[in-house]
């Protein structure tokens, strides 16, 4: 006997146009929204990746609703910023929404944000 939730119409998530059922199992087991990001999922040492996947930094630790970059990563020798809402999706890497370019020039910004 199925369940309610797996034969019920899904009008919201990945892959559904508005209006138009979505797939189940892709709404639970591949896709998690950044509004429910479970930040504790997030280790020191965790690689950071752009969308374009480039290595933007390694996790040193979380402050707030941001992330902290190590020093040994940057550039320029200095801690760097990552707020949560860049975050796409975490799995063994942490995967951002933004580009490399756009990421190393918004990142010293992303405190106030």
Known sequence: MSSFKENAPRTVGVGGDVGQPADW????D???AVDCLDLSVIK???????CDGC???TVDCLVGGCIKLTRKDSPDGLHHFI??????????K???T??????????DLAIGA
């Open 25 to 28: 199992k892709k709404d639970t």
């Open 30 to 32: 591949d896709y998690k």
């Open 44 to 50: 020191r040492h965790m690689a950071v990746l752009s």
């Open 55 to 57: 290595r933007v930094g």
């Open 83 to 92: 707020p949560s809402k860049w975050i796409e999706r975490v799995e063994d």
């Open 94 to 96: 942490i995967y951002l």
């Open 98 to 107: 933004k580009n490399a370019n756009e990421t190393r020039k918004e990142w």
